[in-house]
């Protein structure tokens, strides 16, 4: 049900998953799940576009465009097949690309133009291409959806290669790429197309602003109450190299420029004269004062907050080094973001180029400051910057602070596992003692985990794994995650369709109170009946939520907590000299497990563990076992200081004489049975056996009686009336056809 986790270290073991819902059935009959796919094969799914004003949400796959409702993916999606021409694919196949995952029409750029149509590119079998869109106005949306434009040139809008990540923003009907803008896949450009201006691009093969990029996203953020001092900020991961060409290391980057950007009059002309970039950094400090680098950002999610500085932004990181493979969660805070963009910059200098702080005069305006913003109100375009202004940011387009997380340490980390983050979304949740950040998380198996962090009184945070949900077949790694808090329904794309999910499934934990409340699941509590959503607005006395303690004994007092104290009791049959295991699967692997052992007219004791007898994850394990081994045997847990009884088991070990009478192969399965008298055969069994026996002739004496009087033939009927009458013929016939079909097999 739920997991905990502390982050002393970076060197921890994979952990296990208590509450665990499969793709095949579990999801599917909890039905809060949906899975929609074109087809079986893998036309790498990208959720593009959420538009929750309109319930619609649009997917790119390989060829089609697809629009979705997102009350229920299945009902009502709308498609649009977009292949690329023959001609292209052709020319594509003898380039040498791939057949099925490069020569496609891989759609990657899906933005609103105006309240009727979308534009979208796709990488044309590496010769990029776009469209208008038609969605129709509100009323029409959900039933029109056609291409209504000629195909124009995606140069500059979308990849060549749809293995390559393009990243897009739509704003005032002009469109802001982050992807390669060659064939060849060498010029990587921050690009500002469709536009009635001049297209402006990053200054072109200078690695001191992009180094072999990988763009993830992109997202526009205010910079105060001017909407003028906005600012367009990508994210990326970028090869560092050495004065000699060769290759360090990879950093992630946050890169922004000013929308209103048109270049430079002498200098940097159709360049951006706005862009700055830094890194952003998510590390373990550990306690020898050394960092654990996770570099390699895979996903992004912004979080608002009330204030524009108060926007969190979280990151999920991986590393893949030689030394460890891993992931993390980092959360910034956009305050700490403008700081460093406000900070100092970074110059080389010395014999060896090193990195330092740039002592020199900074020109005026700051670079990287918008015209026409709060601090440039004479200034109304870049044209307008002085030279010196253009020259610097050309010169120094770096900052010399990193971007540090909050609390300069990761939320999540994960390390030797055997699956990595891909993918984040958070939800805001509103519980009974306080607000929560819910993380789901996909990861490369195709899984989602539903993650709450919990501030602790130590300097490191704790998280819990609530769930994992298995959202994909065949572990086909998640590529995309979009929530909806005002759905409270989360989606997930990857190579083999798109997927709908329940942000809660409060019903999975139980009828009880005590259940409920070690879940601690923010969006669930316990309403006096049943595990239900928790409103902040109710106001039912009853209601039982516990997310920071999770303590059942001061939130479920008085609700028949003692019935915890008793479980079913069951009887198992071990072989003496054999392995016997008795399982006992706890509610959390937080919970600690103590055995007892209460033999015949004796009180409990505890079970002596040894090398023989050994307590797992999953029970007892009893390795030749004996005779006096028998006995009742309890599991009991406790979690929070709360005890509770999973298992009573009472174990019975059957005789090496009663072994090898029903083991014996020379005869017939039931041979051995007719050579003994009835008493001597009831002699190897112990008293408890010879019980069973007894019930199971019983039951079987009474089976064969009532078999015999349904075979005796039923007395005459009487003289039918009415409509009965008029039914008897067919009546017979059926059971004369019956009998003809199905007398063999009865």
């Not at 060849?184 to 536009?195: E, N, P, Q, V």
Request: with cysteine.
């Amino acid at each position: 049900r739920s997991e905990k986790h502390t982050l002393p270290s970076v060197w921890k073991p994979a952990y296990l998953f208590a509450f665990f819902l499969s793709f095949s059935s579990d999801l599917q009959a909890s039905q809060a799940f949906e899975h929609y796919s074109l087809s079986e094969k893998a036309m790498d799914y990208r959720i593009l576009q959420m538009d929750e004003d309109q319930d619609r949400m649009y997917v790119g796959c390989k060829d089609h465009v697809l629009s979705m409702d997102i009350n229920n993916i299945t009902h009502g999606t709308l498609k649009v097949f977009w292949p690329a021409s023959t001609s292209k694919i052709d020319e594509c196949q003898m380039a040498g690309k791939d057949p099925t995952h490069g020569c496609g029409n891989f759609i990657r750029v899906v933005q609103p133009y105006n309240r009727t149509h979308l534009f979208m590119c796709g990488s044309g079998a590496y010769s990029p291409v776009c469209v208008f869109v038609n969605r129709g106005r509100r009323p029409e949306v959900g039933r029109l959806f056609h291409i209504d434009s000629k195909t124009e040139s995606g140069k500059g809008r979308c990849s060549f290669n749809p293995q390559v990540n393009t990243v897009s923003v739509m704003l005032n009907q002009e469109l802001f790429s982050g992807m390669y803008i060659d064939f060849m896949g060498t010029d990587a450009a921050i690009f500002r197309s469709l536009t009635k201006r001049n297209a402006v691009r990053t200054d072109q093969h200078n690695s001191k602003w992009l180094s072999e990029p990988i763009f993830v996203d992109a997202h526009l953020i205010p910079d105060g109450t001017d909407p003028n001092d906005a600012k367009l900020y990508f994210f990326f991961r970028e090869r560092l190299t050495d004065n000699n060409g060769n290759t360090k290391n990879i950093h992630t980057m946050l890169a922004r420029v000013c929308p209103s950007d048109i270049g430079g009059q002498r200098s940097l002309v159709n360049k951006w004269t706005t862009f700055l970039k830094a890194r952003m950094v998510c590390s373990v400090l550990e306690e020898d004062g050394t960092e654990t680098h996770f570099d390699e950002l895979e996903s992004v999610f912004l979080l608002e907050t009330d204030q524009p500085k108060g926007l969190l932004v979280f990151g999920v990181f991986t590393s893949t080094s030689s030394v460890f493979k891993g992931s993390a969660v980092c959360v910034y805070n956009m305050a700490d973001i403008l700081t460093v963009f406000n900070g100092p910059f970074a110059h080389r200098e010395g014999p060896n180029f090193q990195w330092v702080a740039f002592q020199g005069r900074i020109p005026y305006p700051r670079p990287g400051t918008c015209p026409g913003g709060a601090f440039t109100p004479d200034i109304q375009t870049t044209k307008e910057f002085p030279d010196d202004v253009v020259t610097f940011v050309r010169n120094h387009p770096v900052m010399f602070n990193p971007i540090y997380p909050v609390g300069r340490r990761p939320l999540v980390v994960r390390t030797n596992a055997d699956y990595r983050y891909t993918s984040v979304a958070v939800d805001q949740v509103a519980a009974a003692d306080g607000n929560y950040q819910v993380l789901f998380l996909g990861t490369d198996k195709g899984t989602i985990q539903k993650v709450i962090v919990l501030p602790t009184n130590r300097s490191l945070h704790e998280d819990l794994i609530l769930e994992e949900l298995e959202v994909f077949k065949n572990q086909a790694p998640i590529t995309n995650l979009r929530i909806s808090s005002k759905k409270q329904q989360l989606y997930a794309s990857s190579e083999l369709g798109v997927s709908q999910v329940s942000l809660h499934r409060c019903h999975a934990y139980g009828s009880a109170c005590a259940d409920c409340c070690l879940a601690r699941d923010p969006y669930c509590a316990w309403d006096g009946a049943t595990c239900s959503r928790f409103y902040p607005t109710g106001k039912r006395r009853s209601r039982r939520q516990d997310i920071i303690h999770g303590n059942p004994l001061t939130q479920c007092r008085g609700f028949n907590l003692k019935a915890y104290r008793n479980a079913v009791e069951m009887t198992q049959y071990g072989v003496k000299n054999n392995t016997t295991f008795l399982e006992c699967l706890p509610k959390s692997p937080q919970a600690s497990i103590r055995w007892l052992i209460q033999r015949d007219n004796d009180r409990r004791k505890e079970v002596k563990l040894s090398d023989r007898v050994v307590s797992t994850e999953h029970g007892l394990l009893i390795r030749a076992a004996q005779l006096s081994d028998q006995g009742l045997y309890y599991c009991l847990t406790t979690e929070n200081g709360f005890k509770r009884t999973v298992a009573k088991i009472r174990l019975r070990v059957l005789s090496e004489a009663m072994v090898s009478v029903l083991t014996d192969k020379q005869r017939s399965p039931w041979a051995w049975a007719s050579s003994l008298h009835p008493k001597a055969l009831l002699a190897a069994f112990s008293p408890a056996e010879t019980l069973a026996v007894q019930q199971y002739c019983k039951e079987r004496k009474e089976l064969q009686s009532l078999q015999q009087r349904q075979q005796q033939p039923p007395p005459p009927p009487g003289p039918l009336r009415g409509d009965l009458a008029k039914l008897k013929p067919l009546l017979d016939r059926r059971k004369s056809r019956n009998r003809r079909n199905h007398s063999t097999e009865d």
